[in-house]
């Protein structure tokens, strides 16, 4: 038998992530001293480290991928982050992945037990730590504000997009490509109405149905609108890609929360189009539908900031994650009308349309 003494294990005290000094306070990873690594067998998967705060010190809040269990052996303290309350000898912290965390030592400080279950604790490596650490300024932040700040880079790249490219290009004057971008457009618009009422259905928050209603009340119509303004037929576009990418959005619909309906909707939805009317406005000058649709957009984009702005920071994490899935699949499907719209259109010098094989068509 041996007993190995806490003193005996060497202290990590900060750590540099994203070139930025983060106090730890005190962190003995058990990994590092011999006796222990070679006593705690590899297959457990268990990365155990003694931590320790002072009075007042703090470990800022931060997020990892792993799930942590954190036995307070000694002392007392308190969590920040998602969740705020007090901590003492005997309590057990469950951290799961991804969830924004942070400990502050009361009275005394506090010695605790930071458990892993992937065989590799946080700070085992020193010079790629397994965390990501919240600056203040963004865990304070409006919700919406963290929300918006990502989505400006979004609508950047959407600017960018291969749709957005044929409409300013040589190409989009080509009759055939007109008609065929319009037949998408079409196509979409009668989903978007069914997107409309599926939320309005689907949504349970008061607040967010009022919205909702309000909402499908503004944009009913506007896909017959834009039938009607056709000098043309309709021809529905029959595309496995197209299809499946925009009964994404009805899922979305149907299954989400409240919050990520919202989002989806007004950030996501109306944002892109917002930029795409306002281009198209000068292209199709002759249909009243994208001006008028571009000026609405811009309003609809703010209905549904203030409830975003109600979010928890646990709902934040899930909102991030869903505002880069909602721009990634509306990015995809505006590809697909240009695919589609070029699909019998070789590359000119000076367009943007390739021959594409559709799928069905």
């Known amino acids: 038998m041996e007993v190995i003494s806490r003193s005996d294990i060497a202290p990590l005290n900060s750590v540099i992530v994203n070139d930025a000094l983060h106090d730890l306070g005190i962190v003995k990873i058990f990994s590092q001293h011999p006796a222990l690594a070679q006593f705690i067998p590899s297959k457990s998967e268990l990365a155990l480290s003694w931590v320790r705060l002072e009075k007042d010190q703090e470990l800022s809040v ?31 912290v469950l951290v799961p992945p991804h969830s924004l965390h942070g400990f502050k030592g009361t009275n005394d400080g506090f010695w605790a037990l930071s458990i892993q279950f992937n065989g590799k604790a946080l700070y085992e490596d020193t010079l790629q730590p397994n965390v990501v650490f919240k600056d203040q300024e963004t865990v304070n ?35 055939e490509v007109r008609e065929r971008l319009l037949d998408c457009l ?13 939320r309005v259905a689907m949504t349970l928050d008061p607040a967010h149905k009022k919205i909702a209603f309000e909402h499908l009340v503004e944009e009913l119509g506007h896909n017959n ?3 009607n303004q056709r000098h043309t037929n309709h021809s529905p576009i029959w595309d496995a890609a197209f299809l499946s990418t925009m009964e994404w959005f009805r899922n979305q619909m149907l299954y989400k929360n409240d919050m990520v309906k919202t989002l989806l ?9 917002e930029i795409f009317h306002s281009e198209a406005s000068h292209v199709f000058a002759g249909m009243p539908h994208f001006q008028e649709h571009g000026e609405d957009d811009g309003s609809h984009v703010s209905m549904g900031i203030e409830l975003l702005s109600q979010a928890s920071p646990k709902e934040i994490e899930v909102l991030r994650e869903a505002l ?32 594409t094989k559709l799928a069905y068509n």
């Open 62 to 92: 931060h997020q990892h991928p792993e799930a942590s269990l954190i036995l307070i052996c000694d002392g007392s303290g308190k969590t920040l982050g998602d969740t705020e309350r007090d901590i003492e000898a005997g309590d057990m």
């Open 265 to 273: 909707m007004h950030i996501v939805l109306e944002g892109s189009g």
């Open 186 to 198: 079409q196509t979409w618009s009668d989903m978007f109405q069914d997107l409309l009422h599926i």
């Open 225 to 227: 609108n834009l039938r």
């Open 141 to 175: 932040a409006n919700p919406a504000d963290v929300l918006l700040k990502d989505n400006e880079g979004y609508l950047e790249s959407f600017r960018h997009s291969r749709l957005l490219s044929l409409i300013n290009s040589p190409s989009i004057n080509q009759p």
């Open 324 to 355: 880069s899935e909602g721009w990634g699949m509306i990015t995809l499907l505006c590809d697909r009308f240009a695919d589609i719209a070029c699909a019998n259109h070789p590359q000119r010098a000076t367009g943007t349309c390739t021959k």
